[in-house]
């Protein structure tokens, strides 16, 4: 459904024009909106999202809807009443939302044989005060820039900002999308909100579709005024001026013609002791105004370091100023995972995570957050591997702590990390790695903890995430059976996470576009967590061996960087993409600099190497 979606909405032409202006009001203080995070043969997760439109705060709400078919079998951070229709009311820590913020709430449904269901929200709030507001460009906007200001709603998918344009949809309204129905998005422009989370589907997009399909509901009014509009009316000028920072990043991106390859760029990272012992990076690519986020719709990200590590990115000017002009995504590469952030049984130290993620926040930078379980020796606090107690109810602790802590702050987690074994795992148990979790709860270790982290944070999306899944062999069927396997357990995930740390040649493009296709293939989304390409193979005798990054071996990689985000794209439907994060900004903080590689898109000077201008180009589709 997905895909045909796209290509339908690939035809319809974008009528974002230059010089456009749009002002209307409507009757209302909130936009409620309801969504699906998971869905399975059998039921369903979703979540329903109140955003505040008006100038005051809303002090105390209560919202209803009824369903067809489905009927709720839980709900977590709300008071939920009735058995079809029900009535939702606050509890007492999200009862106040002050102007412009949203509270979520999040439910189970059994679907009863039915499709998940989409009901119009009802309540005073959801209609009753006079908001309006304007956009105004005098910039013109050429249609390729277009798909700039789409992706720039990706900047703040975790703002405030973002959420009230993500949960904008017209009350009294619905698009019947091929039998399914969705809420209607009060902008007119094509696409606007369904690509970004799947919370509604533009009105000029449903308006569209041939007979039985289409907007339907009453509410005339308010639909013509919506259709002279061109934009949408909860964009702010927090928005405004990233749209045409991007606009104006993809309009310099789109005549770079090709990368330039220039030599001897004298390696140097102050006060990084990684980078003293990496050699030089010495390839680096002319890319002045490229943007990789500005050419997406989806998250773009980088692993970086903060805290106690080297090379905090809160003291680096320079990983900021790459930070803002080409990611929109966050990942702290070690600060969050359980050693670090749970390092005794009492003791959670939350504070070098916090300040990272307030950093993200501040500047409109989205968090993937890594990783609630992790079986990795090193990683495993002692206190869990020699645990005499209740393994699972410390277990539970652990998971919801730490996600209940970052609730609302983050967009998604990898929830496990790595619980599948290796092929040539000799010591795997039924295909799982026999980590300190399998051996004391088995398989529903991971059950448990997706069930655990949905309850602690419901709208945050929650990732399955692994390597040398990418492989289209025995460990990607085990990946996939995992995944059946939850989804037919009612377990909530949302996604699967490809770390993706491959080699120059290995896996082949066509392997790699299968495990994607795979996974979305389920309905989950696909996130690649964790890229880099390293120049070198030591695991083939037969591959180039590299000592330093020569023009051929950055020439090899950013093609390979190129084919790869080609492949992500081809096998992944728009709404499905989580977004491709890189371990990782420059070479010598990446954890491979040691072998020595060189796998990153910047260089030891923060300089864009040829894989920056790959990236981008499979981006752009060129
Ligand atoms: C790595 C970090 O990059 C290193 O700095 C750290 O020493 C070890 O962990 N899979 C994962 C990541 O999920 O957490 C790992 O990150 C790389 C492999």
Known sequence: MQSVFMKKMLGVAMILGAGFSAQYSFAQSANCSYSISNEWSTGATGAITITNTSTAAINGWTIGWQYNTNRITSS??????GSNPYTATNI??????????????????????????????????CGGVTSSSSVASSTAVSSAAVSSIRSSSSIAVSSNVNSSLASSVV????????????????TNQSGWGWESNKSCIARATCASQPAPYGVVGANSSLTS??????????????????????????VVA???????????????????????????SSVTSSVSGLSLKALADFPIGVAVRAGSEANSILASSQQKSVLFQHFDQLTAENIMKMSYIHPSETTFSFANADALVDFARQNGVSVHAHALIWHEDYQVPSFMKNYSGDFPAMLKTHVQTVASHFSGKVVSWDVVNEAIAENSDTSAVNGFRNSVFYQKMGVSFIDQAFIWANEADPVADLYYNDFNTETNDAKTTRMLNLVDGLKTRGVPIDGVGFQMHVLPDWPSIANIEASFRAVAQRGLKVKITEL?????????????????????AAATQSERYRQIVAAYLRAVPAAQRGGITVWGMWDAQSWFAQDPDWPLLFDNNFQAKPALQGFANGLSGQ
């Open 254 to 280: 789109s005549s770079i013609a090709s990368s330039i390859i220039s030599s001897s760029v004298p390696s140097s990272v102050a006060s990084s002791s990684i980078a003293s012992s990496h050699s030089s």
């Open 76 to 81: 977590w951070n709300t008071n939920l009443s």
């Open 171 to 186: 009350s009294g309204q619905q698009c019947n999308w091929y039998g399914a129905l969705y809420p209607v998005c009060v």
């Open 225 to 250: 005024s919506i259709a002279s509009s061109a934009v949408s009316s909860v964009a702010s000028s927090r928005i405004a001026s990233s749209v045409i920072s991007s606009i104006a990043s993809s």
């Open 92 to 125: 007492g820590w999200n009862g106040t939302i002050q102007p412009g913020q949203s509270v979520s709430f999040g439910f189970q449904v059994d679907k009863r044989g039915g499709s998940a269901e989409r009901p119009a929200i009802t309540g005073s709030i």
């Open 532 to 552: 880099d390409v390293r120049v070198n193979n030591k695991y083939n005798s037969s591959a180039p061996v590299y000592t330093s990054l020569t023009a051929a």
